[in-house]
């Protein structure tokens, strides 16, 4: 027998609303079985999200699921998770939604350390939208709003993640389809706040305007840029131009917000 | 050789990008107009690399 995705999808939703060789497709994919691995169950999880085409992924999803404000996954996200320590809350959407506009929460959600696991789709661009040029977009790279290139430096949304305070955090693309549902799985595992960001590809706004001529050439290019964390270290300075390291890039233990809050209020009430 | 899987692909869902096409490592699958078809059953060796990739939910890898 096949893996079995549909009983975790919507019944009637499929086909799905994204364009031919979107990689968004595969990243659900992984999450589906990711939570699978993990043996989650319906009612106590609970999947957020909040605009763009990233962002559409919970509309599929047959769980408990939260379509909110741009930019504002991770601050729904939080308040769910306050409400119910109990549950599993997981987050998805892309970089413009996650790490532009609603980098603020992001940064803040990593520090805090709560426990919650955030699929961040990074297309490089604002896709939903047209291809306007995010806080990931190379610099040089082609967009909408930068048509003779983009002179901003872009975020490392990892190392970002790593140095607002996440505690798990790792990366793949949408090429290694079968590192995504492990990184997840890892993700959901640990306590604390765990970010997988999964390099993907936007063919109609990004590759099309970045000279791709497919959307195998993008999927081409995730494959050849990736080098797991494992091999980097056998590797040359020179060697590693140009490429981006993947698998679990960083991991430590910290106290988990949810649970120094419930130690805050013990103490205050029984004082 | 004989297949090690049968495929099954779902018509009304492929988007023909062709990714499937492009990495199954014995070149099972072709491309027929803009969805996707088996061309070589007897040639897959059962890997899902076609199933892992596809977005569109379009291809099962039933193993034999
Ligand atoms: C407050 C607000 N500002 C702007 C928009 C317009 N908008 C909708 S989706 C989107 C970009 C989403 O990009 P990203 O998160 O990278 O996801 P993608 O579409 O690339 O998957 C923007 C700017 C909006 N809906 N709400
Ligand atoms: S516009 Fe880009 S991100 Fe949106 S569905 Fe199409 S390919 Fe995917
Ligand atoms: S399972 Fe592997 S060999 Fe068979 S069609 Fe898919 S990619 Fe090709
Ligand atoms: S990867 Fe899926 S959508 Fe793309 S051509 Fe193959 S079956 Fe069709």
Known sequence: ????????????????????????????????????????????????????????????????????????????????????????????????????????????????????????????????????????????????????????????LAKLAIGAGATFVARTTAFHANQIDKLIAEGIKHKGMAIIEVLDDCPTTYGRRNKFRSVVDMMKRLKEI???????????????EGKTLTGVLHKEDRPEYCESYAKIIARVQGA | MSAKAEIEIIEAYCKGCSICVEFCPTKVLEMDAFVVKVANADACIACNQCELRCPDFAIKVHKL
């Not at chain 1, 079985?33 to 599929?60: F, H, Q, W």
């Not at chain 1, 990593?110 to 047209?130: A, E, F, K, P, S």
């Not at chain 1, 990736?226 to 590693?240: C, W």
């Open chain 1, 1 to 156: 027998m096949a893996y079995d995705y549909e009983k975790s999808i919507r019944p009637g939703k499929l086909p799905h609303i994204w364009c031919p060789g979107c990689g968004h497709g595969i990243v659900m994919k992984g999450l589906i079985r990711a939570m699978d691995a993990c043996g989650l169950e319906k009612k106590n999880t609970a999947i957020v999200s909040g605009i763009g085409c990233a962002s559409r992924m919970p509309g599929y999803l047959d769980f408990n699921t939260l379509h909110t404000a741009h930019g504002r996954a991770a601050a729904f996200a939080t308040g769910i998770k306050m409400a119910k320590p109990e549950m599993t809350v997981i987050c998805c959407g892309g970089d413009g939604d996650g790490a532009a506009i609603g980098g603020n929460h992001f940064i803040h959600a990593c520090r805090r350390n709560i426990d919650m696991t955030y699929v961040l789709m990074n297309n490089y661009i604002y896709g939903m939208t047209g291809g306007q040029f995010s806080s990931s977009t190379p610099t040089g790279h082609l967009a909408s709003t930068t048509p003779y290139g983009n002179p901003d430096p872009c975020f490392d």
């Open chain 1, 226 to 240: 990736a080098v797991p964390v494992t091999a980097a270290a056998k590797m040359t300075p020179e060697q590693l």
